[in-house]
């Protein structure tokens, strides 16, 4: 019975460990989107940002809308001087969003002019698997 039982935890163990590579991955997919797509926004590349974004974003943000609420919400703060993961939490499903694959990654970020931050980015696998930026909010 010992045996059937250890043979029983291989194979569960087997089973999920692809499971967890597989979310860990789509994580550090969607962080490394984060980041890249936050890079722009750092550099004051608003008009790439939103070209770089999900086109969930695309639709509902118009991009004269984008440029004028991120450099209203990011230029007072002054430049980035650090950026932590806090923590990167897989969601299928969130508020005025449709169903999908959604990553919420929270950093805690601290700027010139503002000593402690939190950002909260959300990407999200597009139609076409790559994981874009569908929200970006600061606090």
Same mark, same amino acid.
């Given at each position: ?15 999920? @460990?692809? %499971? *967890? ?7 550090? $997919?969607?962080? +490394? #989107? =984060?980041? @890249?797509? %936050? *890079? ?7 008009? $790439?940002?939103? +070209? #770089? =974004?999900? @086109? ?84």
């Amino acid at each position: 019975m010992k045996n059937a039982f250890a043979a029983f935890a291989l194979v569960l163990s087997g089973l999920t @460990a692809p %499971l *967890a590579m597989s979310l860990e991955s789509r994580e550090a $997919a969607a962080e +490394s #989107a =984060a980041r @890249a797509w %936050l *890079a722009l926004v750092d550099a004051g590349s608003y008009d $790439a940002s939103w +070209s #770089a =974004a999900a @086109a969930l974003f695309r639709q509902k943000v118009p991009q004269a809308q984008w440029q004028s609420a991120v450099s209203g919400a990011r230029g007072p703060l002054g430049a980035l001087k650090s950026r932590t993961l806090q923590s990167a939490t897989l969601a299928s499903s969130l508020p005025g969003a449709p169903d999908g694959e959604y990553v919420v990654v929270q950093y805690a970020s601290s700027f010139e002019n503002k000593a402690s931050a939190i950002e909260t980015v959300t990407p999200m696998k597009d139609k076409d698997g790559t994981w874009r930026v569908s929200g970006y909010f600061i606090r």
